[in-house]
T-cell receptor, first 114, second 112 residues
Framework: GAGVSQSPSNKVTEKGKDVELRCDPISGHTALYWYRQSLGQGLEFLIYFQGNSAPDKSGLPSDRFSAERTGGSVSTLTIQRTQQEDSAVYLCASSYSQGLDGYTFGSGTRLTVV | DAKTTQPTSMDCAEGRAANLPCNHS???????VYWYRQIHSQGPQYIIH???NNETNEMASLIITEDRKSSTLILPHATLRDTAVYYCIVFAGGTSYGKLTFGQGTILTVHP
């Protein structure tokens, strides 16, 4: 596709439920990133995938968060047993290699935990 | 630890140049300066990046001081659609993995 696609664009879930957020990166981009943005806050790094290397999970806030990237393309961010503090916009970005040409972000998934 | 410092907010009149400063006094020799902006309810958008030379593209110009400790993003003729949060980021790239660290950015408001 022409850009990074994220789905769903909006998700409302009940506290304690699991959610899956999907990211389709730009074709050919080897690097994929997940960020989180809470209301009025800057972007918080969550996880980074680069090719076949082990992902950098250093930004995941708890073990309720996990992500995978299948076939070097589509990625899924899973949040188990959601809490109200998980409410945020979850942004995905992709880039060539180490990103020297800049990152392309998707429009994000707005997650609301009620 | 904040690697860049930006003013919290700035105003600019439509049609005028918007000059957004950024301090990055601890920048390393292999780190680039990147600028992104985020318009309300959208994901961040790449604007421009540079290492030590000034850069220009269809969106903006980037002026980096000779000691590389600060830079200025210039939007030559600001429009109302340029109202956004502007992020200045330093990033090594190359053999370093690509985790961008975003600060609070500058809220630029372009008014008629």
């Amino acid at each position: 596709g022409a850009g990074v696609s994220q789905s769903p664009s909006n998700k409302v879930t009940e506290k304690g439920k699991d959610v899956e957020l999907r990211c389709d990166p730009i074709s050919g981009h080897t690097a994929l990133y997940w960020y989180r943005q809470s209301l009025g806050q800057g972007l918080e790094f969550l996880i980074y995938f680069q090719g076949n290397s082990a992902p950098d999970k250093s930004g995941l806030p708890s073990d309720r968060f996990s992500a995978e990237r299948t076939g070097g393309s589509v990625s899924t961010l899973t949040i188990q047993r959601t809490q109200q503090e998980d409410s945020a916009v979850y942004l995905c970005a992709s880039s060539y290699s180490q990103g020297l040409d800049g990152y392309t972000f998707g429009s994000g998934t707005r997650l609301t935990v009620v | 630890d904040a690697k860049t410092t930006q003013p919290t907010s700035m105003d600019c009149a439509e049609g005028r140049a918007a000059n957004l400063p950024c301090n990055h006094s601890t920048i390393s020799g292999n780190e680039y300066v990147y600028w992104y902006r985020q318009i309300h309810s959208q994901g961040p958008q790449y604007i421009i990046h540079g290492l030590k030379n000034n850069e220009t593209n269809e969106m903006a110009s980037l002026i980096i001081t000779e000691d590389r400790k600060s830079s200025t993003l210039i939007l030559p003729h600001a429009t109302l659609r340029d109202t956004a949060v502007y992020y200045c980021i330093v990033f090594a790239g190359g053999t370093s993995y690509g985790k961008l660290t975003f600060g609070q950015g500058t809220i630029l408001t372009v008014h008629p």
